[in-house]
Structures are given as C-alpha cells and as structure tokens.
C-alpha cells in the first residue's frame, strides 16, 4: 500500500497503482483515510477478480472460455456484466463489451504492459462484434450464456463501475465526502469538501499540469481517449477504442472526450461511445444533455451546451458577482 | 283479391314521403294487439340500444384503465423493464456486497448537480489511460 499523507486542514489524498493504471482516493475526512484505503483496494481486488481478462483466475475469463453454455458467475461478475449491457443499449451499440474478440485479433490479448511495445501481425480484415443483445443474463440463477466464438471485454465499463462503488461504500461507511479516480475515471460521493470536487482535465490522467478544470458535487467525470493506450500491430498504429460496427479501431476525430454524468459508468460510457461515433458525438452528447469537453486531433476544443461557460465565470468573479 | 286486408298495408308516396295506409274496417282486438307489438318492438329495440351502450362503455372502461395501468407504471420510480438479451426472473437484482453500488443502468443521464467551472489545477486530473 502507498504512503498517505494526513493534513488536519485539508481533504486528503492517497495514490496507488492498480488495474493497470493510476488509482487515486480523496476524502474530506483525513482521519479516516487508511480505512477508505482499506476499503479501496478490497473494491479493486473484486473488480479485478470479476472482470480481468488477463488474470488466469478471473471470472470474466472462465465465462469467456465457456461460451456456448451457460455458466454460473460470481454477483460481481453479474453486475458488470449487466451494467454493460446497460451502457451498450444506451449507447445505441457504440459502446459494446462484445467486442472481446475483435481485441484479441488487434494483439490486446495479454496486459498491456504486455502490448505497449508492439506485437506482430497484420490488420485483421473488418468484422462486426456479435452484438451485446447475443448475452443472455438470467438473475435468479445467477447465469450468463455466450454464444459460441464470442468473449466480453468489460473495459468500456468494468473500471468505472468499481469507481462507482468505491466511493459509494466508503461514504456509506465512512460518512465523509469521497472522490475515487481509477485510471481517470472519476466518481464522487457524500457532501464534497469547501470548493468542491475539482478534477483537472488532461490527454492523460497522469498529468498535473491540466490548464482547465470543473467541479463536480455528485456522480461521475470519465475521459476517453486514443493517446494513452496505443501500440504498433505490424506495421500498423492501433488503439484499444474498438467500434463495434466494424471490430477495428474506431477512426475517431477526437484525441480526448470529458463527460460528467449521474454516474462515473455513465460519463465513461458516454465518452467512450463519443470516441465511436466521431463527428456526430457533439450533437448525441448535446441531445443527452451532458456535460462534454471535446478535444478534436488539431487540439481544438469543442463544448457541449451544458458544459459551464468557463469565460462567462470569470468574467463574473473580476467583477465580483459570482 | 282484397288488397286491403288486415295484414296488407298499403305503402304509397305522397310529397315524397312514405306513408303507411292502414286497412279498413279493424276490429278494437287488432289494433290492440298491433299497438302491443310495436310496444315490444321498441322496447326490444330500446334494451338492445341500452345493452350496446352498456357494452361499450364497459369496454372503454377497461381499456381506459389499461392504459392507465401501463401509463403509472412507467411513471413511477422502481419499475421493472428487461433489457434485451437478459432474462430477468427476478425482479430485484441481487444484494451487492458493499450494498451500495449503482446496478442495472440502461440511459445515460447528466449529473443531479450541474458541472461547475473551477480554477486550475485540481488535486486530481481525469484524461486517458
């Protein structure tokens, strides 16, 4: 566990990594960050037994070898499993966890750590996912069926669903206000601290140098993008944002795609399926009502209409009025 | 041939409307019973009117509280839907373990409090990963 740092004054924050990425934890309460800690990592280690598919003895990956019967899973995997079919219905198909397979013919078969140096072979020809509406998910028994030939990959989803329940049930237990950020999926729960949850907005969620920033007081703040998670397939640069139309990358005309949202599944969801749908994201985010900031390849940036008016504030706060 | 008999009545038109010419020479007994079973005729026509009416609106009644029915389901909060592809036998889905995690999301909504602008930097930043 990495070393937290206790302020009397100020919310406290607490850095580690897991899930392949940066996990971060800010609590209004510096008393009691060991204990929301605690209980970080033990939401971590059920997210990532649920629903890795790279760790051998993962749910995901008995399910996914199983296709063709029905398998009975963990209630984690259950979970995630229907919060992605969730997402996929909301997002018209643009955001689809059947898109295992399709990954797995780009080289993403293994960690990135893994595939971040590049592996061998060719562009796949394109190849449609089977389609999130082929998973069968019954409640009672607790069953999920795959067709043959198909696998889930819950990435789109799964990260921000552990976001999601982290900082709720370190609230629930805790009762101090919480921000969870995994891997720059952002969730926030309970009464935030004086200023509020303020969350930078970078290309990469690593940065600390991020020029512009919002407030969220509840739900959830994802960005998705092509920057981070790259590598070379043969001669060919490929990204792990797969449309599903097409079982390739998408050829997305935005670098980066900020969406606040009721909860961090959704704003990741969002901003994911902005990255698939390209040009027409603009006008989908707007039709939601969400708050985006759109980074198109040439850096410019793109609002959506109830994204704040940064100019319009501080404007306000020169004059005093806000 | 008696064209005028008690049983034939005599259609003719005058001014462009039928008139119905009764046979001379009835007896009080016919008219009686001719009076008695235009009585019943239209009290049976009267009943079958009366018994449509109430047939329809029994009908309208009950769709009308169909729709109603679907129309407060759907309103109100905690009704069930299926989404395609999952059978859904239960209408609960089963406890979290933490008890407190957001399940079973199908739309995208934005936040319940708006986004704010704030200053830069922040403590933590969202971006790719």
């Known amino acids: ?322 | 041939m008696n064209l005028l008999g008690p049983s034939n009545p005599v259609f003719m038109w005058l001014s462009g409307s039928p008139v119905t010419l009764h046979p001379m020479g009835q007896n009080a007994h016919a008219t009686s019973a001719h009076l008695v079973r235009n009585a019943r005729r239209r009290r049976d026509t009267a009943l079958e009117r009366l018994s449509t009416i109430t047939m329809a609106m029994g009908v309208g009644t009950i769709a009308a509280v169909g729709a109603l029915g679907v129309y407060v389901g759907k309103a109100l909060p905690g009704h069930h839907t299926t989404t395609p592809g999952v059978t859904s036998n239960s209408t609960a889905s089963g406890p979290s373990q933490s008890g407190t995690a957001p399940v079973s999301q199908s739309s995208i909504n934005p936040p319940s409090t708006p986004t704010q602008y704030a200053p830069a930097p922040a403590p933590i930043s969202s971006g790719s990963s």
């Open chain 1, 1 to 322: 566990m990495g070393a937290a740092a206790i302020d009397e004054e100020r919310p406290c924050i607490y850095r580690t990594k897991a899930l392949g990425t940066i996990a971060e934890l800010l609590v209004t309460d510096p008393h009691v960050i060991v204990a929301a800690s605690t209980l970080l990592h033990e939401e971590l280690e059920r997210i990532d037994r649920a629903a890795s598919r790279f760790r051998p003895d993962s749910d995901i990956i008995r399910l996914n070898r199983s296709a063709g019967s029905e398998v009975t899973v963990s209630q984690d995997l259950l979970e995630a499993v229907q919060v992605a079919l969730g997402m996929a219905e909301a997002t018209q198909g643009a955001v689809d966890p059947t898109v295992g397979q399709a990954l797995c013919r780009l080289g993403y078969d293994r960690d990135f750590a893994d595939v971040a140096g590049g592996v061998r072979g060719r562009l796949p020809r394109s190849q449609p996912a089977p389609g999130w509406s082929v998973v069968g998910v019954n409640e009672r028994t607790r069953t999920v069926s795959l067709p043959a030939g198909v696998s889930l990959d819950l990435g789109a989803t799964a990260k921000a669903l552990a976001s999601d329940r982290a900082a709720a049930s370190i609230h629930a237990r805790l009762g101090c206000g919480v921000l969870v950020s995994l891997g720059g999926d952002v969730a926030v729960a309970g009464p935030p601290p004086p200023g509020g949850f303020s969350v930078g907005l970078a290309d990469a969620c690593t940065e600390r140098s991020a020029t512009e920033a919002v407030r969220i007081d509840s739900g959830g703040l994802a960005t998705s993008g092509i920057g981070v998670r790259q590598w070379t397939l043969g001669r060919h640069r490929v990204h792990h944002i797969v449309n599903p139309a097409t079982g390739l990358p998408a050829p997305t005309c935005w670098r980066t795609v900020a969406t606040t949202a009721a909860s961090c599944v959704q704003a990741n969801a969002a901003s994911t399926a902005s990255v698939v749908m390209g040009d027409a994201a603009l006008d989908w985010l707007n039709s939601h009502h969400l708050p985006a900031r759109l980074v198109a390849m040439d850096g410019t940036v793109h609002y959506t209409h109830a994204w704040p008016a940064q100019e319009v504030v501080r404007q306000a706060e020169v004059v005093g009025i806000r």
